[in-house]
């Protein structure tokens, strides 16, 4: 198979597998299609078709055959780090502006502290699940991370599905995965970039680099957009101006030290809000539809289940429960004493809790980094699986709350 051939024999196997599972066992009421997406990644990988069938998993997936893919999985994470920068400062429903910022903070405080508390311990009971990058207690801090994450596109797919978009709990929702997703990319930049650094001079040179790269985002190309855009009548031509943005800001934060995740998110929050519907329309079916499959392959290559073991079970059974509980708690309480009706607060608790595309992502990357090992890797992959299936399910308990 020439090299042509192979290219799109893995785009059909990448794409449709998910989607034919997710149309052929007639779950889309129950489980979203990003969920059957990180399904499909696993299914490709060692843990399920390389031990079922390892001389054409060989010569499909193998090590020699990915270098057409990596690409496109930068082209992905970048385009999605683009659209939750996006969300960032939307419009919001006044008359909650208080209880959207307990909840929000609630929502990444709590899992957060809980995460932390769990990776301390699992450092201890066990080792493999620690990176060959990291201390005990820099492998307890990106469990904490982990835990904390919201997916805002997964979250708004969910919300369109329930009809809850115009709800308050719904809006409450975005607002917390916006929040959580700013406060995620930046901790994330910030644990890369000092990872490894000894010298108080490259952390000094990359803070300043970092502080001017970010002013002029806000100050300097911010405006200029704003300026630009209104003027540009054709659609092809602000979408290459925005692909231009994305891609020369994230080449700009890798430079300098920074993951060119930030570049891609914060060239979302200089976006004018004005044209970020437009061009969410545009960009995030494919992206999520098409270019997200490859992202979560590349995902399912590094998880085989079977290494871990007990270890892995141990880590997805802990990490899960702290999770749902940190999320459903964190949220919903703050949002109850802040004055939302009890049954709304338990929805807001139970959407925001989604994990889906953003935490594959920040374990790809902590994983990368060596912050997290194969066996912490497989187990918080299966716990982001759980907690997206979930999301529904424990919603609609919620909502029957005051019926019952």
């Known amino acids: 198979m020439n090299p042509v051939s192979l290219f799109f024999a893995q785009a059909c196997l990448v794409v449709g597998t998910p989607f034919i ?6 779950i889309g009421s129950i489980v979203p299609l990003v969920a059957m997406q990180i399904v499909g990644g696993i299914l490709l990988g060692p843990s399920l078709l390389g031990a079922l069938w390892p001389q054409g998993w060989q010569a499909l997936f193998g090590p020699a055959q990915l270098s057409a893919l990596s690409g496109l999985q930068w082209l992905a994470v970048v385009l999605f780090a683009f659209l939750s920068g996006l969300h960032i400062g939307g419009a919001q429903q006044p008359g909650i502006r208080r209880i959207a910022m307990a909840a929000a903070l609630g929502s990444v405080l709590v899992p957060f502290a809980l995460g932390t508390a769990a990776g301390a311990w699992l450092a201890y009971a066990t080792p493999d699940a620690v990176g060959h990058a990291a201390s005990a207690w820099q492998f307890a801090f990106a469990v904490g991370v982990s835990m904390a994450v919201t997916a805002l596109p997964v979250l708004g797919a969910i919300l369109r599905e329930m009809k ?9 929702a975005v607002g917390c995965a916006a929040f959580s997703d700013a406060a995620i990319w930046l901790v994330l930049s910030a644990i890369l970039a000092s990872a ?5 001079y490259d952390f000094l040179r990359l803070a300043c680099l970092g502080l001017a790269y970010v002013g002029a985002m806000l100050w300097l190309v911010r405006p200029l957009l704003a300026r630009m855009l209104p003027r540009m009548a054709a659609v092809d031509a602000r979408l ?24 891609g998110f914060l060239a979302g929050v200089v976006l004018p809000r ?6 969410r329309r545009q960009l995030e079916p494919a992206t999520v539809v098409v270019l997200m499959p490859f992202f979560f392959l590349m995902t399912g290559l590094r998880t085989d289940i079977a290494i871990g073991g007990q270890a892995t079970l141990l880590v997805f059974g802990l990490s899960t429960m702290v999770a749902v509980a940190g999320k459903v708690v964190g949220a919903a309480l703050p949002a109850r004493l802040a004055g939302l009706p009890r049954r709304e607060a338990w929805m807001l608790g139970a959407l925001v809790q989604t994990k889906g595309l953003m935490e594959v992502v920040v ?3 902590l994983f990368e980094a060596g912050l997290i090992g194969m066996t912490a890797f497989s187990g918080l992959l299966l716990m982001a699986l759980a907690t997206t299936v979930l999301a ?8 029957r709350l005051r019926e019952r």
């Open 21 to 26: 599972l997710w149309r052929g066992l007639r």
């Open 164 to 172: 809850l978009s115009d709800s308050v709990p719904g809006q409450l």
């Open 196 to 200: 490894g650094r000894s010298s108080s």
């Open 240 to 263: 290459a101006l925005v692909a231009v943005l994305i891609f020369g800001s994230a080449l700009i934060s890798e430079s300098i030290g920074l993951h060119y995740i930030l570049g």
């Open 274 to 279: 004005d044209a970020a519907g437009e061009l």
């Open 363 to 365: 374990l790809g990357i």
């Open 392 to 399: 529904k399910p424990l919603t609609r308990a919620a909502a």
